[in-house]
């Protein structure tokens, strides 16, 4: 097996739906993403010979996937009343909506499926909410 990894981050506010503590309020994180892309053999011609995907490429569709999250609004969606929305969007807020509670565990999933979509090797994906608290997702 052959694997490589890169980094990423984003800056985003959240908030969780159900939650009963802090986190059931508006809060930032600055977002750490670490990817590991793995093959069981390297690459045989061209640019990704002897690799398991040129760095370049990785990285920029990494951070082109985290680059959409950056400085926006996360929001599960029906989280908010469509007059709430619609009022963040009226002020001039960028919201993300997404399909699922904003943890840190579906953000992982969530940023594991759009590498895959890419046609990244993907397998595994930790997500850090905080310098020292990471959730990972990985590959069956």
């Known amino acids: 097996m052959y694997a490589i990894k890169s980094e990423s981050h984003f800056d985003s506010a959240h908030f ?34 002897s690799m398991v995907l040129e760095f370049g490429a990785f990285k920029k569709t990494l951070r082109a996937i985290t680059a959409e999250l950056d400085h926006t609004f996360l929001v599960e969606e029906g989280s908010l009343a469509p007059a709430t929305i619609a009022a963040l969007e009226g002020e001039g807020f960028t919201l993300t ?22 046609g990244m090797p993907v397998v595994q994906v930790d997500c850090y909410e905080t310098p020292l608290n990471c959730a990972t997702y990985r590959a069956h």
Do not use: Q
Request: net charge negative; glycine share 8%.
């Open 16 to 49: 969780l739906t159900d939650f009963h503590g802090k986190c059931e309020n508006l809060h930032g994180h600055r977002w750490r993403v670490v990817a590991y892309l793995e093959v069981d053999e390297l690459g045989t011609i061209g640019t990704e010979r």
């Open 97 to 118: 909506i997404l399909p699922f509670r904003t943890t840190a565990e579906n953000l992982a999933r969530y940023l594991f499926c759009r590498l895959e979509a890419e």
